[in-house]
């Protein structure tokens, strides 16, 4: 009896040294690995600045069954909208919350955004320098994600394309900017999240491009 109590405890005992061992391998910082392993969370949202190109806030569409959005008192404002607060920059508090699917949207477009601005298009840096002669277009985005997770499928008016493209005031609005970059996702009703891609980018940039090297300076 004494000799099988000895065998389990020396089982025990070699069974924690080795999970020590495999603690001290593991690099300061890096995870456990294993069923209880804790994951980083994705990068909070927030405004930013980036290569001149300034991130200024946060819009989510959400549409409900076939009936097209309510502008602007059902748009809700800022990076994680919540029911009765009012966001930086507005004056009346969001009717309802963010969907968390759209909020994780948002977060996949917010991180393509940041990587679009890594390395900012040519053709995106010479319409800001256009932009500056005309007053009209400046480097400020908007991160928008369009929420058709409650809409009826098909939905009458048409799904929003995911897309970059410009926002202009018809009226200017001193001290408010001219217009900003819209950086436009789209959460679709099968839960699948577009964002911007090369091919629109790359077509719309060459588009605006050509029209402001048409108009007199």
């Not at 389990?8 to 070699?14: D, E, F, G, N, R």
């Not at 048409?158 to 018809?170: H, S």
């Not at 200017?172 to 970059?181: C, F, L, N, S, V």
């Amino acid at each position: 009896m004494r000799l099988a109590l000895v065998a389990v405890l020396l089982v025990a005992c070699s069974s924690k040294s080795a999970d020590k061992g495999a603690e001290s391998t593991r690099a300061p910082g890096q995870p456990a690995v294993g069923a209880n392993a804790v994951t980083e969370p994705a990068q909070a949202m927030t405004t930013f600045t980036q290569n001149g190109f300034l991130l200024a806030g946060a819009e989510y569409w959400p549409y409900t069954g076939t009936a097209e959005i309510k502008y602007p008192e059902e748009v809700l404002w800022g990076f994680y909208p919540k029911q009765g607060v009012v966001a930086p920059g507005e004056a009346a508090p969001n009717a309802a919350d963010a969907r968390p699917e759209a909020v994780a949207c948002a977060t996949r477009a917010y991180a393509a955004l940041q990587s679009f601005l890594d390395k900012p298009h040519p053709k995106l840096l010479e319409i800001i320098e256009l932009g500056k002669i005309s007053g009209d277009v400046v480097p400020r985005f908007y991160l928008w994600t369009n929420d058709y997770g409650r809409a009826a499928t098909p939905y009458p008016p048409g799904v929003r394309e995911a897309r970059l493209w410009y926002w202009k005031r018809k009226t200017p609005e001193p001290p408010k900017p001219p217009g900003y970059w819209k950086w436009e996702s789209t959460l679709t009703q099968s839960g699948e999240c577009q964002i911007p891609s090369s091919e629109q980018i790359e077509s719309f940039l060459g588009e605006m491009l050509a029209a402001m090297k048409k108009k007199p300076q």
